[in-house]
């Protein structure tokens, strides 16, 4: 088992071997490829099952916010309401009225991201419907 500083937990690393590369390494350069990655694979280390990344470490104690590799960000956790300022402790949200949370950086640039993307949603969707608006009505011309 191995601490994951990306997910902030224990996990057991895996290694996948990648049959696509294997394959095309096989018949597109007859097997030189092939051959450095299986030599690769028993090299390489495992990765994260959840976030695929190589970021090991050791825990922070609880309690040492700002202290370990990884410093927290108070801010809205609601990920309906589209705030993505950095409150502080004990702010509330001005948006949605949700109290703020410490939440781990890479958690909450997650988080804005899933944020934004609904923003971008919503103004992708209103401009597409704005462009079938205006051929219905060229083509009804």
Do not use: H
Request: charged letters at 20%.
């Amino acid at each position: 088992m191995k601490y994951c500083n990306n997910c902030q937990r224990w996990i057991e690393p895996i290694k996948r071997f990648n049959w696509a590369v294997f394959l095309l390494g096989l018949f597109l350069t007859l097997g030189i490829v092939s051959w450095g990655y299986v030599i690769y694979y028993f090299f390489m280390g495992g990765r994260c099952p959840i976030c695929n990344s190589q970021n090991w470490g050791i825990p922070s104690a609880k309690g040492e916010s700002g202290k370990g590799r990884l410093s927290t960000v108070w801010m809205c956790p609601n990920e309906r309401c589209e705030d993505t300022s950095e409150l502080k402790e004990g702010d509330i949200c001005p948006r949605c009225g949700s109290a703020a949370e410490d939440i781990p950086i890479l958690k909450s640039i997650e988080l804005v991201n899933r944020k934004v993307a609904k923003r971008w949603n919503k103004i992708l969707i209103l401009g597409g419907l704005i462009l079938i608006l205006v051929f219905l009505l060229l083509a009804s011309t």
